[in-house]
């Protein structure tokens, strides 16, 4: 039986913010706001992201082992076992390859590989003048972010990943 995504919880408020940050960047897109598009193109993203890491892995978002309150999501690295935070992109892409394992590896990693369009992406951008956005970069985003939503909402109805 598939668990459903409890409402008020971290995943639930990251899956919601995902859709809502997706649905604001493809109006300002369409409506040629390119560097608030991209903006919400990469929260997106993040936000899918960071509710398939709470939902499939050890992540959490309860307290960090110092006993300080989660402002994103944590995990122990289970190579290393070391305290690891889950945060923007694109630092976010390495710590989604926690997701791809077992028979879905490859065809997730594959999904996954996309998210190259975010390398230059930063949260910092949010306080650039915005001119060194450009179409192409926006358009690439947005059929990516399309894609990670698509597989999110996949992996929420099936309770398993693609």
């Given at each position: 039986?598939?668990?459903p995504?409890?409402?008020?919880s971290a ?15 493809v ?5 040629a706001?390119?560097s608030?598009a991209?903006?919400?193109f990469g929260f ?9 890491l709470?939902?499939f ?12 309150p989660a402002?994103k999501?944590?995990s122990?690295?289970?190579?290393t ?6 945060g ?11 997701l ?7 065809s997730?990693t ?10 230059t992406?930063?949260?910092h951008?949010?306080y650039?003048d ?14 990516v972010?399309e894609?990670?939503?698509?597989l ?11």
């Open positions: 039986m598939i668990s995504v409890q409402v008020n995943e639930h408020h990251f899956a919601h913010a995902a859709l809502r940050h997706y649905k604001d960047a109006l300002l897109h369409d409506g706001r390119l608030n991209d903006h919400h997106a993203v993040e936000c899918a992201l960071k509710s398939l709470l939902r892995t050890t992540a959490t978002m309860g307290p960090k082992p110092n006993g300080k402002t999501p944590w122990m690295n289970p190579m076992g070391a305290f690891q935070e889950h923007h992109l694109p630092g976010l892409t390495t710590d989604v390859s926690l791809t394992h077992g028979r879905s590896a490859a997730l594959a999904a996954l590989a996309g998210l190259s369009a975010f390398a992406w930063s949260v951008d949010r650039l915005g001119s060194a956005v450009v179409e192409a970069d926006v358009r690439q985003r947005r059929t972010a894609n990670i939503l698509a999110h909402e996949q992996a929420l109805i099936t309770g398993r990943m693609p």
